[in-house]
């Protein structure tokens, strides 16, 4: 006879296991405030920082790696400045400073700084004063571009070139920016962007399809370098064709996404992505995703259906499900989208807690690299830059890419997506001599030609 | 003549007794995380940790005793299940799980757990992963009764069986469950209970009568021991009446209370108490009432003045006054309750600070006990449990009693309270081998008789 | 060729000069708790605490210098009662006691406390109790005055007598008291007042002028020591009349600055301030300015243009610009005042990261004289009182002296204003030794006397 009060059966572990709440975060790849080996190491890369909309004629204050700083955009060519936030003379914040031609003054003595921090007048002081040359307000150089600025927080000996990737200017291509915040380490929000196999999960199987149904298909992946970087390719067979679906991905933070909402129904040829993103880190538990929403011509449309939404795009928002705080609490529980799951591993997340396993490979590659780098770095080898090995604009791979190749009599079905997706990165990568549509013309015809070698 | 300036006469002595500023709380007593011995020794019990109504369709997140955790009902029997909060595979929260049959999925990479932690399907791995059988989520298991999830967070090998008192279920009497929340560490709300004194005070002479006038008169305190934990007598004389209200206190927070709005102006024999109560950490600083109130028949009525409101019970209230904060600052000033006594001692009330006296002798008990039950725990004897002493339903004592017994000529009336608390609590404790109606009827029966010999 | 990617030219410094983001504060300065040597300092001294405006029928719970404490008016005499917040019975905040005659009452177990803290009545203990004159709970004594409590919080043997300053009371003048709290560290408020050249730019040409025009003027700085602190005259030439202009300082942080808005275009002899203020720190990282503003018949009008408006004073607020975060962000930001300058510096700033120089010799100055204090007071030194040097009324200096004397042939304007402002600081200290109307008749006198002397 059973009794309200029978202790549930079963293997219950709960106190062994509560040494998991004893566990601390991995510092070396999460902490990223200056001084940190992390914090040095993203340092040592050009990152945005801010959507330049956001920064009207007042100055805009904003955190970055830690450092409370201040973006303005001073009046005589409208150039963007960023500096240290406290006015170095006695600290009063240049959030409330003045924006003014080549620079920025401070309202409580007069302190007028230029865009590189040099000190330019300091009107209350007499004539003879040294100060002027005696001081400096720390100041970072700023690049604009189409909307998002960026910037270099390292040591300015070492600065690299700007890296310019091809999709930066695309033919038939519009770039439109956002930025969402959230609170967590930048780590977790990087990490998922290595993990393809969420996408078939939260994606698409856990609740509703989010994205498109043919993500439920458990993709087989394969990693693959270039010059500049990683990419990987998730090969799934649908039907009678093959789709080969490539993330970019260049240490610390960029990424490259394939189409945003494709149908793999008919052959596409190096389509390209919908989505070129950085992570920045505000601090060691604020994150920012910065990121370009890319809206194509129809000639190169990688939204069949029209599920994208330009006017969704922009400061705290964009237009593809789950990505900021912009739902109930309810709403999150019934449809977690990639925000849920990043933000609710923690503040900071704790690796040590994690049972890391098959589908993990890309978040165990990415830790080891970037725990690699750091080390480096700390014993003195500057980290590999995308311009190392580009002079001019760098190739980049992101997209889809769907051909008509079905099942082969007589061969197991994986090994051959398998063969395919090394071929295709293969001929993605010859065209890396190439540019622009010359390149794209060159990779459409091998690919075709590729295709048509299986008919 | 007096100036606005003379400075006032007296022995201020602020300045010398700034050392209270620096005297800390005590963590033998107050700290419950995990590891703690106060924590370690609180997880030896069976502890309710949530309304049950709270829980729908959805994960519910809690946190007790400093774990973060997730409380959820499984969708094939509807049992419920309480886990580590985090995923064992990449730490998201499973407050964004899906609830299944059985168990509850992470949305993140789907994998499966069941009511015990174990996992039960990871779908995104190879057919030949082992990682189910080398992982598992902390799970801690839930018995469900009358509106409220109790759990045990101790060792698995040491779980007591759960403790199932006599007023659980008594004829004519409905449980009706509430939760109240307070910003504060867990003794300063379990030590109001040992404290009949400050029912004087503040429920009654501060500033109005929030319960009965009878209040008013200060009780005598007597405590006896029952095998399952202590009871405490108030005996006051009320004319030709001697009331004596019980108050039953099993560590390490279990407490009932006498009637709820009693009005000891006839006799009643054995009159069964308005609350069971426990009190469960949430976190050093955080800490839950969670109770039942008792609506009795109208044979067993304690509420002759109908006081009580059935429909103000629930979650973050109850119907009587002070429980929370549910009350304007002002009004928290102007007519303080229970609620503002425990919470305004502090997050973690600082017993250095504290002058005890004759009427903290509760108090001082209640400290004594769990300072000896903690380093006993420590020394590897196990705490004493209700059960040690019963495998049935343990018998418990609050409630009222009156009797018609009238000073007596050439008597101290003291002398004779304190004597006549004894005899009633020997009587209730006579009927400990006997249970439900039969048991009642007995002590009645032998109260009835004890009131008649003094006739 | 420019390409939007051109890395912009300069001295970027920013990743050279992060080492800002390590340095700490000073604590001897600024941190103000018990024990440390600042805040002994501190309590060495008297110093307004509160509005009485703010005391109502119930206590009122506030923090000074890392204290809780709670400020109530006893019933009988109306007298003020300042005592530390917790019962020294078992904790609970008297924010919820009970105000009585001559004392409050903790409404948990009724413990009644004169106005010094000593234990008036324990209702519930037995009459043979001890515990009333073994514990005591730690007090403060309190002096009324005109709308502000004051208190002083140090050791009782070392109680100062309470300096009463001759602005206190004057004859055609009305102090009307104000209070506001900004969230940062005292000394980056007091600082404010010994920096006469943030006037210049802050308040006059960061924005537009918040007070008066003339204020765009340079100012020549001297220093002026007095028996009580210090006083220093600000020196302008305004065509024909030289403008001086006086401010109080006695430390820790009392201050009088000069007329509120006034107009310096003819001869105004012995003109009293506007504004008398101390700074009292809530806690290291929290202060209140608390001050009386001055307003004046008719005759001692320093508002000639009608700016000031009494209905503006008070608690959180006052009449003049920028002292309060009564403002937008934007607002604060395209306008900035004293409110805005001190609490960005940061919660406490750090003074590491400055560069004083020519215009902060009044800030060097007083941290200096004030460490020196600090220092001295561990070494056994009591700090310099007002009252050290007066028995009676103490004798100030703030306020403006407009004389009519135009630059002389063959001197250099500077030399002369700056023998002006001595020879008036002389003249005001020569009346020190008389008070009220004949001192201030023996003044004027002086001033018209020496004016006439350069015609």
Same mark, same amino acid.
């Given at each position: ?320 499900? @789950?990505?900021?705080?912009? *739902?109930?609490?309810? $709403?999150?529980? !019934? +449809?977690? #989208? ?5 933000? &609710? ?53 992101? @997209?889809?890419?769907?051909? *008509?190749?079905?099942? $082969?009599?007589? !061969? +197991?079905? #994986? ?5 395919? &997706? ?34």
């Amino acid at each position: 006879m059973t009794s309200p009060f029978d202790i549930p059966v079963g293997n219950f572990s709960g106190h062994e296991r509560q040494e998991v709440w004893k566990l601390k975060h991995d510092p070396e790849l999460t902490e990223v405030g200056p001084g940190t080996p992390c914090g040095e190491y993203l340092r040592r890369f050009w990152m945005p920082v801010a959507m330049t909309d956001q920064v009207g004629d007042l100055p805009y204050r904003i955190r970055i790696l830690g450092e409370d700083l201040v973006l303005f955009r001073e009046k005589k060519e409208g150039k963007l400045g960023l500096t240290h936030l406290h006015c170095c003379h006695r600290n009063m914040s240049l959030e409330f400073g003045i924006v003014e031609d080549g620079g920025i003054r401070c309202s409580y003595h007069g302190w007028k700084y230029g865009l590189d921090g040099t000190i330019l007048e300091t009107p209350c002081e007499p004539p003879a004063s040294q100060v002027k040359k005696k001081a400096c307000l720390g100041a970072y150089p700023v690049i604009e571009y189409k909307g998002l600025a960026f910037t270099y927080m390292g040591p300015a000996a070492q600065r690299p070139p700007f890296p310019v990737m091809d999709t930066f200017d695309e033919e038939g291509d519009e770039l439109v920016p956002y930025l969402i915040t959230s609170p967590c380490n930048w780590l977790q929000v990087m990490e998922n962007a290595w993990d393809p196999f969420h996408v078939v999960y939260l994606h698409t199987l856990a609740v509703r399809s989010q994205f498109i149904d043919a993500f439920a298909e458990m993709p087989m992946i394969e990693f693959h370098e270039s010059a500049a970087g990683d990419f990987y390719t998730n090969v799934r067979r649908v039907g009678d064709f093959v789709w080969i679906r490539v993330h970019d991905h260049m240490l610390p933070s960029f990424t490259q996404n394939g189409g945003h909402f494709p149908v793999p129904d008919r052959s596409r040829y190096f389509g390209r992505g919908g989505l070129t993103r950085w992570i920045t880190p505000v601090d060691d538990t604020h994150t920012m995703v910065i990121a370009w929403r890319h809206f194509r011509d129809p000639e190169f449309n990688d939204d069949p259906r029209g599920l994208t939404d330009k006017s969704q795009v922009g400061f705290g928002k964009t237009d593809f499900y @789950g990505q900021g705080p912009d *739902r109930t609490y309810e $709403q999150r529980q !019934r +449809d977690p #989208g990639d925000y849920d799951a990043w933000v &609710s591993q923690g503040p900071i997340n704790v690796h040590a807690r994690e049972n890391l396993s098959f589908t993990d490979r890309g978040v165990a590659k990415v830790r080891r690299m970037l725990r690699n780098a750091i080390r480096a770095l700390q014993n003195g080898v500057a980290p590999a830059q995308p311009s190392d090995h580009y002079t001019g604009v760098i190739p980049t791979y992101a @997209g889809d890419t769907v051909l *008509r190749i079905g099942p $082969q009599e007589g !061969r +197991d079905d #994986g090994a051959l997506l398998k063969e395919i &997706s090394h071929d295709v990165a293969r001929i993605y990568r010859s065209g890396d001599h190439l540019a622009g549509a010359e390149r794209r013309a060159f990779i459409v015809k091998a690919l075709q030609d590729y295709e048509a070698g299986w008919a």
